[in-house]
């Protein structure tokens, strides 16, 4: 039997990267997705000999050549699409604005016991240094309350940032949304409520910056960008999960 050994070596690694999260209970479609091609691709060249023996004999048959190069063609369309994605996703993942008159939007993200999760904390990181160098800039903590979570994510946010020496005045808690377009749209009467700077400045993570764009600019709001870091070992399976969320958001958004 015919092993490709040094490919199922880094198909095995790039499985076990999409595994990790799974350690702390994350499970999501960029994962389960990353695991799946990769645990496929990891099959194929430990029985690479009866792999490539058996596209040989489904070559020679018609049908075999449309199946063949449909598949062929649907995986370099996918890796084309994949890879345009991630340059704009990597355009819009810094973006920081060109003065004062902006107003910072943090979005929400899990909170756990009360207490930032660690995706939410770093966000959190990113907003504080903001607003310790621009004092004249206001915020809006933009997060609802989950089922699991004992307060809502806008009152955690607002609290940490206090905590941190934040005025309070500064910031303005949304706390009924539950997805990224509420955030924008509810943070958006604020703005016009209080007569805050129209040009806003999110602050995500560095994947989900281009959709998060995107719904801003559908609802006619200037958004700047300021990403918050990630974990090394989250950033692949989140990266996978934003290309469904572009693509379904291009499609049906």
């Known amino acids: 039997m015919e092993i490709k050994v040094i490919p199922a070596l880094l198909c095995l690694g790039v499985f076990m990267i999409f595994a990790m999260p799974l350690s702390i209970g994350i499970i999501n479609l960029g994962n389960c997705a990353g695991m799946g091609i990769s645990g496929a691709m990891l099959l194929i060249f430990i029985f690479w000999g009866r792999f490539s023996s058996f596209i040989g004999k489904c070559w020679e048959k018609p049908l075999g050549k449309v199946i063949l190069s449909l598949l062929g063609a649907v995986t370099a369309f996918s890796i084309i699409l994949a890879v345009a994605i991630s340059v704009f996703m990597v355009k819009a993942s810094d973006d920081p604005p060109k003065d004062e008159n902006t107003t910072v939007v943090v979005l929400g993200c899990k909170v756990k016991d009360g207490v930032p999760s660690r995706m ?134």
């Open 120 to 253: 939410l904390r770093r966000r959190l990181d990113a907003a504080y240094e903001y607003l310790s160098q621009h004092e004249s800039v206001y915020a809006i903590v933009s997060g609802g309350k989950g089922d699991d979570e004992t307060i809502s994510e806008a009152q955690c946010m607002k609290e940490w940032l206090v905590d941190k020496g934040i005025a309070p005045e500064r910031i303005y808690a949304e706390d009924r949304s539950v997805n990224t377009e509420e955030n924008l749209r509810f943070s958006k009467e604020i703005i016009t409520a209080n007569g805050l700077p129209e040009k806003i400045t999110l602050i995500t993570d560095v994947y989900h910056q281009l959709r998060a764009e995107m719904i801003a600019e559908k609802q006619d709001i200037k958004a700047y960008n300021i990403s918050g870091s990630t974990s090394w070992y989250l950033v692949p399976t989140y990266w996978v999960r934003e290309w469904f969320g572009v693509v379904y958001y291009k499609i049906f958004g």
